[in-house]
């Protein structure tokens, strides 16, 4: 059986009862980072063996976890934070699973663009998830391009290297719609900045930026007419 477990994007006490138990009975852990999975084992006492399933060698491990599993094996798939398959590894995984005819299903938790979606203030009922835009300007101008005419609250994920050009690129896209951006969701200095994307442009200026920031952006309301 294979295990997607969902895990804490920031505070760790976010672990479900029955996510804990699953990584406790499984074989075997496929960490997006070993390290980082073992703060969290630790926490809760799990002694069980990893190894390394991330975006460089997903192509080389995934094969060889099959194989256990088609060995009878049982294997958690845990990432960084969240959700496995969303925005980090996971999804080549359960795909070679699922065409292998193997069992799998997914032990639910936390997803920052939820959270941040729901504190937004922005409509929820009907959502695009984009995940990271493109590093480069002009496919990342062409990316938002395509959701230029969309009713529907888009979110992203962005990094702290690039997020006033993803504004600024924004502004010039979709115009100066409400906006809302997340950090530091569960933690304890989590922050939500609600506004225009020109007054959250101004804001980050001076605002000291680190980790990734979920983004919520207002949809065309033109669309809606």
């Not at 920031?10 to 499984?26: I, K, P």
């Not at 480069?136 to 990316?143: A, D, L, S, V």
């Not at 997020?163 to 409400?178: I, M, Y």
Request: charge should be neutral; glycine fraction near 6%.
């Amino acid at each position: 059986m294979l295990y997607l477990v969902a895990t804490p994007i920031g505070n760790l006490g976010d672990m479900t009862f029955r996510a804990v138990e699953v990584l406790r009975t499984v074989d075997l852990i496929a960490s997006e980072d070993t390290r980082k999975t073992s703060i969290l084992l630790r926490r809760y006492e799990i002694s069980k063996p990893q190894v390394a399933l991330n975006v460089v060698n997903e192509k080389k491990v995934t094969p060889k976890l099959i194989d256990m599993l088609l060995e009878g094996k049982n294997i958690a798939l845990v990432t960084s934070a969240g959700t496995p398959g969303i925005s980090d590894p996971g999804y080549l995984l359960l795909h070679e699973a699922i065409r292998n005819d193997l069992s799998a299903t997914i032990i639910p938790g936390p997803t920052a663009a939820i959270m941040a979606l729901l504190l937004s203030d922005l409509p929820p009922h009907s959502f695009t998830f984009r995940g990271f835009p493109p590093h480069k300007e002009g496919p990342r101008k062409r990316f938002l391009q395509v959701d230029a005419d969309s009713p529907h609250t888009l979110i992203f994920y962005e990094s702290p290297y690039r997020l006033q050009t993803f504004l600024q690129n924004a502004l010039e896209v979709f115009g100066d719609r409400r906006i809302a951006i997340a950090n530091d969701l569960t933690k304890k200095f989590e922050t939500v900045y609600r506004g225009s994307i020109s007054e959250m442009i101004e804001k980050f200026k001076d605002e000291k930026i680190r980790g990734e920031y979920c983004v919520v952006i207002a949809g065309n309301r033109d669309g809606l007419d």
